[in-house]
């Protein structure tokens, strides 16, 4: 399997396709490519097994889909958890790193990097690390961007994408931190939450849609 197709088979699962249909858009979004290579690979893993499409739905990861992508998501985030807690990485600069590694990391050299970290649960980005080939249930999550005023949230997995992660390092915001949604700003203006703390925080809607979070009420 090429990189490029192994990049689209982590994002479809990043973007929960293992249990629930992922669109284009999401796609596009999270990939940063255009709609027309989105859909020429979509068409691709189709054929290979990888996922099933569902006209005006989207797609979703197959059990070989589930299988090929976990493998990967394993190696990557364990690598990040490596770059971060010994070598002192910031949680923005760990993807590429990353990415060059689990390219050439084997399953023996992934077991015992496991061990050697203590077993971790999660990545930086407060995502689920897979054991093996099987998938890890996770909380079910929404983007920040689905919630309605006075809801409160936590937040739980952030996308792994450099400028998302040092906008919310200028923000303070962290993973497990709990807020409240204050208001929803008209016209796509800024989402303005409240912290635990009181502390107010003006998030962008742009950024809100890669924001996930475990709703708490």
Request: glycine fraction near 6%; include cysteine; hydrophobic fraction near 40%.
């Amino acid at each position: 399997m090429t990189p490029n197709k192994e990049d689209y088979l982590k994002m479809i699962f990043e973007l929960n396709g293992t249990y629930k249909k992922v669109s284009n858009k999401e796609i596009v979004s999270g990939l940063k490519v255009s709609a027309a290579s989105v859909s020429e690979m979509m068409t691709k893993l189709v054929k290979g097994g990888y996922i099933t499409y569902t006209p005006y739905q989207g797609v979703q990861l197959t059990e070989t889909g589930i299988a090929e992508a976990s493998i990967l998501i394993r190696k990557h985030r364990l690598w990040e958890v490596f770059l971060v807690e010994k070598l002192g990485y910031s949680w923005s600069e760990v993807h590429e790193e990353a990415e060059l590694l689990e390219h050439v990391t084997s399953s023996t050299l992934s077991e015992r990097l496991d061990a050697f970290l203590g077993f971790p649960e999660k990545c930086p980005h407060g995502d689920m690390i897979p054991k093996g080939t099987v998938v890890v249930d996770e909380t079910v999550t929404y983007p920040l961007s689905a919630l309605e005023v006075g809801q409160k949230a936590c937040l739980y997995k952030v996308m792994d994408e450099k400028e998302l992660l040092d906008y919310l390092i200028e923000l303070d915001m962290h993973i497990g931190e709990s807020f409240t949604l204050l208001s929803i700003g008209s016209y796509e203006g800024p989402i303005k939450i409240q912290k635990e703390n009181c502390e107010i925080v003006h998030i962008s809607q742009k950024a809100a849609q890669h924001l996930f979070v475990e709703r708490l009420a």
